[in-house]
């Protein structure tokens, strides 16, 4: 079983940067995909997955919304998968998960079920 913990999250303007952290404990954190979702304002019950990256060989997953500006990596010795969110426009505000599976199936929404606690994304314009 693995614990997940998102931090780097916070208020910018539009246009500004941040990066978050899912730090990973509790098991062989290479035997997991890591997914980031989010969940927009007044959409408690829809969690969108944003990216995600395979176990071991670090194939990545973008959703078109983020193509472009949102880089997701990997330090395996570190435990910890990073999401590097460039040119951040009010739309990307949400609470931000990280999730992990051990399943081959990376991109299967349905697969991840070990999540975090969640962490704010505020995007001004």
């Known amino acids: 079983e693995v614990q997940l913990e998102e931090s780097g999250g916070g208020l910018v303007h539009a246009g500004g940067s941040l990066r978050l952290s899912c730090g990973a404990s509790?098991?062989?954190?290479?035997?997991?995909?890591i997914a980031w979702f989010r969940q927009a304002p007044g959409k408690e019950r829809e969690r969108e997955a944003v990216?995600?990256?395979?176990?071991?060989?670090?194939?990545?997953y973008y959703a078109g919304s983020v193509k472009g500006r949102f880089t997701i990596s990997r330090d395996n010795a570190k435990n910890t998968v990073y999401l590097q969110m460039n040119s951040l426009k009010p739309e990307d505000t949400a609470v931000y998960y990280c999730?992990?599976?051990?399943?081959?199936?990376?991109?299967?929404?349905?697969?991840?079920?070990?999540w975090g606690q969640g962490n704010q994304v505020t995007v001004s314009s």
């Open positions: 509790g098991t062989t954190f290479d035997d997991y995909a």
């Open positions: 999730a992990a599976t051990r399943s081959t199936n990376y991109r299967a929404t349905q697969a991840y079920d070990y």
């Open positions: 990216s995600c990256i395979s176990r071991r060989n670090g194939r990545t």
